[in-house]
C-alpha cells in the first residue's frame, strides 16, 4: 500500500485501483497510462511539482497530453515566477520517484491546483504513488482531501 491509498483510505473516499505493468523504456508515464489502461487520455492526470519564487515547492495536476502554463499557474499562485522543480527536490519533498509522484500522501503537504479542465469530468486518474498504479477518483473528493483549488494552468 503507498501512502497516496492510506490517505483516501483514512478519508474513506471512494476510489478504484487500477494497475498495469509499467515498460522501464516508456518516457511518457501518463501517456503509458492512457494506452495500457485503455482510457481518455483527458481522464489521465500527471503531477508535476514546481518551484514558486525560489521559496516553496506547489503541485500542479493537469491532464497528461497537455503542458503546464509556467505563467497561468505563477499567476494562479500570486508569484512572480514559477520554475520546474528539480527532482532531488520533488524525492525529498513528496516521498515519491518521478513518473510515480501522487499529489496524495506526499511527506509534506504542498499548496495544490488542479487544472479546471477536471471540473466536467466525473472521474479523473492519478497517479497511485509507484509506476504502473492508477487511482481513479472523482475530481471533488482530489480537491477535498488535499485542501486544493481549480486553475486554469495549461497552455
Known amino acids: ?61 493537469i491532464p497528461v497530453a497537455l503542458s503546464l502554463s509556467l505563467k497561468k499557474i505563477a499567476k494562479a499562485l500570486s508569484a512572480k515566477k514559477v520554475k520546474m522543480a528539480d527532482a532531488i527536490r520533488v524525492q525529498n519533498s513528496t516521498g515519491y520517484v518521478l513518473g510515480g509522484v501522487s499529489p496524495l500522501g506526499q511527506k509534506k503537504p504542498l499548496k495544490t491546483l488542479l487544472d479546471s479542465s477536471a471540473t466536467v469530468l466525473e472521474t479523473l486518474y492519478i497517479s497511485g504513488g509507484k509506476r504502473g498504479l492508477e487511482i481513479e477518483l472523482a475530481p471533488r473528493h482530489l480537491i477535498n482531501s488535499l485542501q486544493a483549488s481549480y486553475a486554469s494552468i495549461t497552455s
Open 1 to 61: 500500500m503507498t501512502p497516496a491509498i492510506a490517505q483516501l483510505n483514512k478519508l474513506s473516499l471512494p476510489f478504484q485501483l487500477h494497475q498495469y505493468q509499467h515498460d522501464a523504456n516508456c518516457k511518457s508515464f501518463g501517456l503509458e497510462a492512457v494506452e495500457k489502461l485503455n482510457v481518455a487520455e483527458e481522464c489521465v492526470f500527471k503531477t508535476l511539482v514546481v518551484d514558486v519564487d525560489n521559496s516553496y515547492l506547489a503541485v500542479a495536476i
